[in-house]
Structures are given as structure tokens and as C-alpha cells.
Nanobody, 123 residues
Framework: QVHLVESGGGLVRTGGSLRLSCAAS????????MGWFRQAPGKEREFVAR???????EYGDSVKGRFTISKDNAKDTLYLQMNSLKPEDTAVYYC?????????????????WGQGTQVTVSS
């Protein structure tokens, strides 16, 4: 059974930073692609970032240059460092594990999801 547990969300002011973590069990992050998505109220789920098993990464246009995805294979943990946060970054952030060594920006590539962590950026 695969479990993903996000943490690190919270309330931050515009321009601030947060680091999200996603602890994985049942599937090693060393062998599978991982991704971060987010969903704001009334909006569709949005791709944020992904990282392949060998470390290649891709970012959504709205977060490029501000967010960094990384992972610690030894800890089976995925991270999302978020800097220069904006009110429009407010959403529930979800981590997900891909079906193979790398996913894409399409949520259908991911078969297990965490419960989400709320990020709120105040203006």
C-alpha cells in the first residue's frame, strides 16, 4: 500500500517562503517520478512541478523561478521550496507519485495522491 503524507503548509505573507514535504511509504521515490499539484477553491487542479527518478524536473509557468522541487531518496521524501509567494499561490497542495520513472504535467500520469496541505498567502 502506497501512502503519501504532505506537511509544511500554513499561512504566510506575500513575499514569504514555505517548504512543503511529502513522506512516501510503499513506493520508493528513487524509482518513481513524483509531482506537486495544487487546487484553489473553484478552480481546476493545476500542475506545479515534477521530478523524475533520476532528478530531472519541470515546472508550471506560474511558479518558474520561484519554486524548487527536490527529493531525498534516502528518506523517501519529496520537497517543494516555495519562495516569493503570492496570494495567487493560495491553494491546497498535493503530492503524487507517478506510475513510472517519470510523470508529466498531466495528473493522469499519477496514481497515488496525498491528502493535501493548505497554503495561504496573505496580501
Amino acid at each position: 500500500q502506497v501512502h503519501l503524507v504532505e506537511s509544511g503548509g500554513g499561512l504566510v505573507r506575500t513575499g514569504g517562503s514555505l517548504r512543503l514535504s511529502c513522506a512516501a511509504s510503499g513506493r520508493t521515490v528513487a524509482d518513481y517520478g513524483m509531482g506537486w499539484f495544487r487546487q484553489a477553491p473553484g478552480k481546476e487542479r493545476e500542475f506545479v512541478a515534477r521530478i523524475s527518478s533520476i532528478g530531472g524536473s519541470e515546472y508550471g509557468d506560474s511558479v518558474k523561478g520561484r519554486f524548487t522541487i527536490s527529493k531525498d531518496n534516502a528518506k523517501d521524501t519529496l520537497y517543494l521550496q516555495m519562495n516569493s509567494l503570492k496570494p495567487e499561490d493560495t491553494a491546497v497542495y498535493y503530492c503524487a507519485t507517478a506510475r513510472y520513472y517519470s510523470g508529466t504535467s498531466n495528473a493522469r500520469d499519477y496514481d497515488y495522491w496525498g491528502q493535501g496541505t493548505q497554503v495561504t498567502v496573505s496580501s
